[in-house]
């Protein structure tokens, strides 16, 4: 039972244009998503991140949105550059007994921005 | 600030056989987790350490054990290895129990054949 839905394995862009990336969720208890990045042969690295209480966060190129109701977020990365291509997984947290905020993952999306 | 580091790097081991993996976390950081990620998919929560002791389980089996050390560096050691064992493993550090931001060593891959 995959609780971090994201259905597209890969996105293609422009280099200057928006990349959006979506997440689904299917439990209520998560009460804080977060986005990675990872290149090949590097763990993931933390990108932003926001709690359940807001629906906007941004940080410089990158906003993330939350919609609650629909238990959707995205990733918007403006403008797209070559260097943002790699593997962007969606991680949602919530308290689980003892394993606190342990991440529960998405299966990652493959962004290529095409100079 | 050093962030996350793992070793070894890269592992190959025979089915039954045993392996530990290591990892010293983030400057600072004193609670540490190890993840699974099997080829095409997300990274998957093993367990977590904070103060020397496991706080929290994931769906693995009790052949994946787990240590935190004073330094609050790390150890996970995984018994009996199967051939579906062969993942990358992931150690992600973070500031205490109560954040959720987890950084992320480079991985260790592990091969079992």
């Known amino acids: 039972d995959q609780q971090v839905k994201q259905n597209s394995p890969s996105l293609s862009v422009q280099e200057g244009r928006i990349s959006i990336l979506n997440c689904d969720y299917t439990?209520?208890?998560?009460?804080?998503f977060l986005w990675y990045k990872k290149y090949p042969a590097e763990g993931p690295t933390f990108l932003i991140s926001?709690?359940?209480?807001?629906d906007k966060n941004e940080d410089g190129r990158f906003t993330v949105f939350l919609n609650k109701s629909a238990k959707h977020l995205s990733l918007h990365i403006v403008p797209s550059q070559p260097g943002d291509s790699a593997v962007y997984f969606c991680?949602?947290?919530?308290?689980?007994?003892?394993?606190?905020?342990?991440?529960?993952f998405g299966k990652g999306t493959l962004l290529t921005v095409n100079p | 600030e050093t962030g996350v580091t793992q070793s070894p790097t890269h592992l190959i081991k025979t089915r039954g056989q045993q392996v530990t993996l290591r990892c010293s976390s983030q400057?600072?950081?004193?609670?540490v987790s190890w993840y699974q990620q099997a080829l095409g998919q997300g990274p998957q929560f093993i367990f977590q350490?904070?103060?020397?002791?496991?706080?929290g389980r994931g769906n693995f089996p009790p052949r994946f054990s787990g240590l935190q050390f004073p330094n609050y560096s790390s150890e996970l050691n995984v018994n009996a290895l199967e051939l579906d064992d062969s993942a990358l493993y992931l150690c992600?550090?973070?500031?205490?129990?109560?954040?959720?931001?987890?950084?992320f060593g480079p991985g260790t891959r592990l091969t079992v054949l």
């Open positions: 992600a550090s973070r500031k205490d129990s109560g954040r959720h931001e987890q950084f």
């Open positions: 439990n209520s208890m998560f009460d804080y």
């Open positions: 926001i709690s359940s209480i807001k």
């Open positions: 991680a949602a947290s919530a308290r689980s007994g003892g394993s606190n905020y342990k991440l529960t």
């Open positions: 400057s600072g950081h004193n609670t």
């Open positions: 350490y904070y103060r020397e002791e496991e706080n």
